[in-house]
């Protein structure tokens, strides 16, 4: 079952969502995603909070598989793979498409254990020592702790934990990094050092991010998804896409009056 | 309290920013109180450590540190070491552990996953908590009654097929020290699993998420990041348990047999605890006997300071902040 997912057809789109819909139980909490995402960019997902942007991230490794209630319909290919086909391991695609989050969380593990947790799971038999260090010079962290490799990764500031968590996440080698909120635990400056280092990520990998931030959406991102909530009669709130859009174009020339309003900052 | 600028200053402004004398001198006694309480308990300790000690004096001076090598207890010549009562007190307690680890934390993992529906889960763990709450007497005559029956067939037949293997090398007579760990295993069974559910628990679910993000299944999140993350709780219930199976009295006088001697190392041997040679024999004893007791008693009382000791150590060495 893991071929499947392990040769994928390259393509240039890496996601495709075809009238994906998300539930938990009953609730219907994001509607109609039809959305491609792009190799070797970075998508930016934007919108109020509660409208579900998170929710669609996670679908793209199967982390909200882990939610009883949740499921979905419609479909969501990885290069063309269906990822929700019944044959599809949950644990073999986020070795694929790997995960930063909101919360810095390493491991209350060494830094280097941090970093060597994910390849040791793999049976990873090459040079470890080289791996760490090819991580943690990805993300841009190298220099903050070679000297400290043994010390925890969790007494390390948010900011440094957040990158430690990117090398985590670079180590396995995914094709995919999503991010959720990375940045907003962090303050200005580690957010920026984040920013310059999703630039240079893009090189090597397609990163989908969530932000709240829009400058930082539109500082960083080559494209841009703008989500809404709308609450039907029983008060129950659903998110959709309003727009996707190349992000100058969302951000200069909105084709919707929401989206307009949001990117100005007079909502949200 | 919040000042109003445009206000004019009322006649006397100090006023309001003092707290009356009465409940200033509360707050104080509030504190002392509290302190008496916490000192107390360290005094009564003192007084008992003080107390045994001074009634095993004599035996201290007759005896000295070759009490604890002698395994000689003979009221008639009134000649006395405690070295059978100190094997048995740590083989029993090493068996309940060899037992009780395993299946406590394997409860604990059971109770502190998301396996069972809340509904399911939360009788089972208060049932599991309940166990803590049977009174030691009780698990004893369960042991006599029950328990033992149960393992002499099983007690005689790896006796029989593996009596070459020393552990087994002596033929069961109902009561012994097998009964006795396997009495003192269940009786820490829930310290284990509560304390080491606890620490679980307390593992926060994005080092979870942290782990399945990275292509981990279940049992390589539990067993390489939520155990480790969790050990020094789990520990510290290992520790705690084992000081209550090496101080347990009832349960083990009922089941172990009370023989004063190390025979082999059979666990089908009949001996007896520190705990339950003196449950046995306090109420008759006299003199140097009475003092022996005490000095063994003041034995316990050390051991288990070591072990509480050992597992602060351990705590604290392998605690971690997530």
């Known amino acids: 079952m893991a071929s499947n997912v392990q040769s994928p057809t390259q393509t240039d789109t890496v996601f495709r969502t ?61 290069h063309g793979q269906d990822l929700y086909a019944p044959d599809i391991d949950p644990v073999e695609v986020r070795r694929q498409i790997g995960m930063v989050f909101q919360q810095p969380n390493p491991f209350p593990k060494t830094i280097y254990d941090n970093i060597a947790y994910g390849p040791r799971l793999l049976g990873f038999k090459g040079d470890m020592d080289e791996l760490v260090e090819t991580s943690l010079r990805k993300a841009a962290i190298w220099e903050d702790v070679k000297d400290k490799l043994k010390a925890l990764g969790t007494d390390l500031s948010g900011g440094q934990q957040q990158r430690l968590c990117i090398a985590r996440a670079i180590a396995v080698k995914p094709e995919v990094i999503l991010m959720d909120e990375p940045c907003s635990a962090l303050d200005p400056i580690s957010t920026l050092k984040i920013e310059d280092l999703m630039q240079e990520l893009k090189q090597d990998y397609t990163i989908v991010i969530v932000t709240h931030n829009m400058q930082q959406a539109s500082r960083a991102s080559d494209r841009t998804a703008f989500f809404n909530v709308e609450t039907n009669e029983k008060g129950k709130r659903t998110g959709y896409i309003v727009e996707y859009e190349p992000t100058e174009v969302l951000f200069q020339s909105p084709r919707e009056k929401a989206t307009q309003e949001y990117v100005s900052g007079r909502f949200g | 309290m919040t000042m109003n600028p445009d206000m004019p200053p ?118 599991i908590e309940l166990l803590a709450a049977v009174p030691s007497v009780v698990y004893g005559v369960w042991g006599v009654y029950v328990l033992i029956p149960f393992l002499n067939p099983i007690a005689r037949w790896l006796n029989q097929s593996f009596g070459w293997i020393p552990l087994f090398s002596s033929a069961p007579a109902g009561p012994g020290i097998h009964a006795a760990g396997i009495i003192l295993a269940i009786m820490i069974l829930p310290i284990i699993s509560a304390i080491s559910r606890d620490a679980l628990v307390a593992v926060p679910g994005k080092i979870r998420q942290a782990s399945y993000g990275l292509g981990a299944t279940r049992w390589e999140t539990i067993f390489k990041v939520i155990i480790p993350a969790a050990f020094s709780g789990i520990v510290g219930g290992i520790m705690l348990a084992l000081g209550r199976a090496m101080g347990e009295t009832m349960a083990v006088t009922l089941v172990i047999g009370n023989s004063n001697r190390i025979s082999s190392a059979s666990i089908f041997d009949q001996g007896s605890t520190i705990a339950s040679l003196l449950a046995n024999q306090f109420a008759e004893a006299g003199g140097l006997q009475l003092s022996s007791l005490m000095y063994g008693a003041l034995s316990l009382f050390f051991l288990t300071l070591i072990v509480n000791v050992l597992a602060e150590y351990i705590i604290r060495r392998f605690s971690i902040k997530y």
């Open chain 1, 18 to 78: 075809e009238n994906l819909d998300i539930y938990y139980g009953d609730f219907k909490a994001v509607r109609d995603v039809n959305i491609d995402i792009q190799k070797n960019q970075i998508t930016a997902f934007i919108g109020p909070s509660g409208c579900g942007k998170s929710t669609v991230l996670r679908c793209f490794n199967r982390l909200n598989d882990l939610i009883k209630s949740f499921h979905i319909n419609g479909t969501i290919y990885y």
């Open chain 2, 10 to 127: 009322s006649a006397a402004p100090m006023q309001s920013w003092r707290r009356s004398d009465t409940d200033r001198f509360l707050d104080k006694a509030f504190l002392w109180l509290t302190g008496a309480f916490g000192y107390g308990v360290i005094a009564v300790l003192l007084g008992i450590a003080v107390q045994v000690a001074k009634a095993a004096w004599p035996a201290i001076q007759q005896f000295g540190l070759g009490f604890l090598t002698s395994q000689r207890w003979d009221p008639v010549q009134n000649v006395y070491g405690v070295l059978a009562q100190l094997y048995g007190t740590l083989v029993t307690a090493l068996i309940a552990l060899l037992i009780a680890v395993p299946i406590g934390i394997g409860i604990a993992l059971f109770l502190s996953e998301d396996f069972l529906p809340d509904a399911v889960k939360r009788p089972l763990v208060f049932m």
